[in-house]
């Protein structure tokens, strides 16, 4: 079962193969066992078979930072589930707002790349937030509610998913949400989750926050009751860096 403190890496475009070894060699040797179920890694594509070698055998969630909706055929250049199952993966990141803004990801393919992961049983991490002008038109809650019931349309709610709450403009800005503007939105999405799916789901459900998180703001996050971990880009390629945003938590 997957439990607080949650604090996953989604690396984006960085790291080769020898660096991402490098980086997993130092955060094993920094974390126990029993810590490790509280962390993701999403890397990137071409790094998930060393991420494999490394964290098959761990307790450590790992996956990719996006899938395709097809799992196999002329689909030049995405990259299918099931291949990246086969690696041991068990977990994907989807609707990330890169892929919605930059990739034309919209809501239709996220649903069906939920589903997919799902039905391949690994646990899909799905990211909603609005943009800035979206907030300053006071247009965040109506935005986040359709990201959220259309990601969820087709969702097998006996199996576990996790929601990630970045606001766009807090993304790799520097620019991270007050605890109380990030709260009124997790909570939001907790009743939300509640109306969909009943209680004993939603009490079970993790919802993260995601946008510029760092170990000097990540407390004063956590200590909102609806915040039950954090999506972490930057802040999340260095080892030392990584580990004191969950230091943080305690
Ligand atoms: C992200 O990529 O999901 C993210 C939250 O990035 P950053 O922490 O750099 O804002």
């Known amino acids: 079962?997957?439990?607080?403190?949650?604090?996953?890496?989604?690396?984006?475009?960085?790291?080769?193969p020898q660096e991402a070894t490098e980086f997993f060699n130092d955060f094993l040797s920094k974390i126990s066992i029993e810590q490790m179920e509280n962390f993701a890694f999403f890397p990137p594509t071409i790094d998930l078979s060393v991420t494999s070698e490394k964290l098959k055998k761990t307790r450590i969630y790992w996956g990719a930072q996006n899938i395709y909706t097809e799992t196999q055929g002329a689909f030049t250049g995405e990259t299918s589930a099931e291949v990246v199952k086969s690696l041991g993966a068990n977990m994907c990141l989807v609707g990330h707002s890169e892929r919605r803004s930059l990739f034309g990801e919209d809501d239709d393919q996220v649903s069906k790349k939920v589903n997919l992961i799902q039905q391949l049983d690994m646990t899909p991490m799905i990211c909603i937030?609005?943009?800035?002008?979206?907030?300053?038109?006071g247009k965040t809650f109506d935005v986040v509610e359709v990201q959220l019931i259309k990601a969820l349309k087709d969702l097998d709610s006996k199996k576990e998913f996790i929601i990630a709450y970045e606001p766009v403009w807090a993304i790799?800005?520097?620019?991270?949400?007050?605890?109380?503007?990030?709260?009124?939105?997790?909570?939001?999405?907790?009743?939300?989750?509640?109306?969909?799916?009943?209680?004993?789901?939603?009490?079970?459900t993790l919802i993260l926050y995601g946008g510029s998180v760092k170990p000097e703001n990540a407390a004063e996050l956590y200590k909102q009751k609806n915040i039950d971990g954090f999506l972490v880009g930057g802040a999340s390629l260095k080892v030392d860096a990584f580990l004191q945003i969950y230091r943080a938590l305690f």
């Open 129 to 137: 937030g609005e943009s800035l002008v979206q907030r300053k038109s």
């Open 1 to 16: 079962m997957l439990k607080k403190p949650f604090v996953a890496a989604n690396w984006k475009m960085h790291k080769n």
């Open 172 to 204: 790799g800005t520097g620019q991270v949400a007050t605890p109380e503007m990030a709260e009124e939105v997790h909570l939001f999405i907790r009743e939300k989750l509640s109306g969909l799916f009943g209680k004993a789901i939603t009490e079970k």
